[in-house]
């Protein structure tokens, strides 16, 4: 009787260590929508950095479901992820101020900061200095608008819209002279709006940030290391000039191309 009672309590111990090692493992990630990275499609998040992630975790042996990936604003994911265990924040930008506050993988993508205007106002910009005087529509506190302000831009000088809908729409009715955003996002976001791409241009690129996923600093180096492995063999280049990372890109774009034309249908 006493072998069984000890062996009972063996077991029920593994089975509980076994539990708390799961759930030791089991992240939640944060993103705040910042197409084509992050977008949020109903109360799912999507983009390829939710691809990106959810890829190279599976692959680590520590899978992330779609479901514990959270949009979130920037400044709460950064202030959670600073504080709470296992946890993540999708597409942060890595600075002296923020690189002891986390844990480092990546870079996932190289994120421009573009200004597009309309093709038949031919600005000609070559400089910063040539934006003195022209009108600059932002999205107010977006990540391009604090690419802006901290790269000199007056925030006085800023035409800022609650939301990228109001900016579009003074582009394109000639309230303004540029619309701020990035790269890969705009032409997602005129598409959403109906606006013919082929009336644009990016006229001047301002910055270029380095996007990472930023992990809490309970998590484990060992992981961390792998992480980072899986995502530089998921972007190397192939026998076909294309590596797997820039194949889901792609798929992925199309994909919210697809969707936000089914939307305006």
């Not at 939640?28 to 959810?54: D, H, K, Q, W």
């Not at 599976?58 to 994911?77: H, M, V």
């Not at 946890?87 to 690189?99: F, G, Q, S, Y």
Request: aromatic residues 10%.
């Amino acid at each position: 009787m006493h072998y069984i009672q000890l062996f009972l309590v063996c077991f029920f111990s593994s089975l509980l260590s076994c539990i708390s090692i799961a759930k030791a493992e089991n992240f939640l990630a944060m993103a705040a929508p910042y197409p084509p990275y992050s977008i949020s499609n109903g109360l799912r998040v999507e983009g390829i950095s939710v691809t990106t992630l959810m890829t190279i975790m599976q692959r680590c042996g520590t899978p992330i479901s779609n479901q514990e990936i959270k949009l979130a604003p920037w400044a709460y994911a950064y202030e959670c992820t600073a504080r709470t265990p296992q946890r993540i924040i999708l597409n942060a930008v890595r600075t002296p101020k923020t690189e002891q506050l986390y844990k480092w993988v990546g870079p996932i993508a190289t994120s421009k900061v573009v200004l597009i205007g309309r093709k038949k106002d031919k600005f000609l910009i070559n400089t910063k200095s040539d934006l003195k005087g022209l009108r600059i529509a932002t999205v107010r506190w977006s990540r391009p608008e604090k690419a802006l302000l901290a790269g000199g831009i007056n925030a006085n000088k800023l035409h800022r819209s609650p939301a990228h809908v109001q900016a579009l729409r003074k582009l394109s009715n000639g309230e303004v002279d540029l619309f701020a955003f990035t790269e890969k996002g705009a032409p997602y976001l005129m598409d959403g709006l109906g606006m013919m791409q082929d009336d644009y241009t990016i006229c001047y690129t301002f910055d270029e940030q380095p996007l990472y996923f930023a992990f809490s600093k309970d998590t484990d180096d060992s992981l961390i290391s792998q992480l980072n492995k899986e995502l530089k063999i998921l972007k190397a280049t192939g026998a076909s000039g294309q590596s797997q990372f820039d194949i889901l890109l792609a798929e992925e774009i199309q994909h919210q191309k697809t969707d936000h034309t089914c939307r305006r249908m």
